[in-house]
């Protein structure tokens, strides 16, 4: 699979990563290969071995579950459908790969770099992405479940019809995020930055957005039934009243919100 038919963030530009980019082909041995000295590279702390550079290359349907892939380079790298589970990738560098439909569950993503990266439709669910680099990063009907995405830089992601339900993201960058129809049920969205992030149709039932920065969030329809948004940074009346909030729904001194929709 070549990947020039997938969908590729507006990002990979501003990285040199179009539909013309190459993408390497390489056997099974050579995989394995390569495995081997980035298993030795880590063992003896990068004294032996050789971190593994997967940039570009063509590793559709891949095994790497359960692996320890720290600092690996798949950079550009065509990941359809592969397969990462419980894999540890801390700070691997996965700028502008295409992840979709990728099984990332439970893998360690911490302070990894996934700027640009293509991962719709993604399974993610109780993963680590704290610190991770994910911005303009392409996530439509990603499931993050219980993921922890604290202090992620996720400015500019696209996040529509997400699952992020009791996901952690205090303190996390959404800046200019696009979350329509998203799923952030029980989310904690404590100190979050969701300035012009579009949060259309959203449901944020339950969500704890204290502190959180709102300035110029769009939250027409979004479902606020029993979410905490005392002293978030902002908010205005006009924005509450396009959302929709129930009696339990907590706000900031002087702002209100109708009970002005079904839960």
Excluded: W
């Amino acid at each position: 699979m070549s990947g020039t038919n997938l969908p590729r963030s507006t990002f990979a530009e501003k990285i040199g990563v179009s539909d013309k980019t190459p993408v390497r082909a390489l056997s099974p041995a050579e995989v394995a290969q390569i495995l081997a000295a980035h298993g030795l590279y880590l063992k003896t702390d990068r004294r032996q071995g050789r971190r593994a550079d997967f940039g570009s290359a063509d590793l559709t349907g891949m095994d790497f579950s359960g692996m320890d892939l720290r600092r690996v380079k798949m950079d550009r790298a065509v990941l359809v459908e592969a397969d990462f589970a419980g894999a540890c990738l801390k700070k691997a560098n996965l700028i502008g790969a295409i992840l979709q439909n990728a099984r990332l569950n439970q893998a360690d993503l911490s302070g990894a770099r996934l700027s640009g990266a293509n991962l719709i439709s993604a399974r993610l669910d109780k993963a680590c992405l704290a610190q991770a680099d994910m911005e303009f990063g392409l996530m439509t009907g990603a499931v993050l479940r219980e993921a922890s995405l604290r202090q992620a830089d996720m400015s500019g992601v696209t996040l529509e019809d997400a699952d992020l339900a009791r996901a952690d993201l205090r303190q996390a960058n959404l800046r200019g995020a696009s979350l329509r129809n998203a799923k952030l049920d029980d989310a904690d969205l404590r100190d979050a930055r969701l300035g012009g992030a579009v949060l259309v149709g959203a449901s944020l039932r339950g969500a704890n957005l204290r502190r959180a920065y709102l300035r110029l969030a769009r939250l027409d329809d979004a479902k606020l039934f029993g979410a905490d948004l005392r002293d978030t940074e902002g908010l205005t009346q006009a924005q509450l009243d396009a959302a929709r909030c129930d009696d339990r729904t907590e706000l900031p001194d002087g702002l209100t919100g109708a009970n002005n929709g079904k839960r």
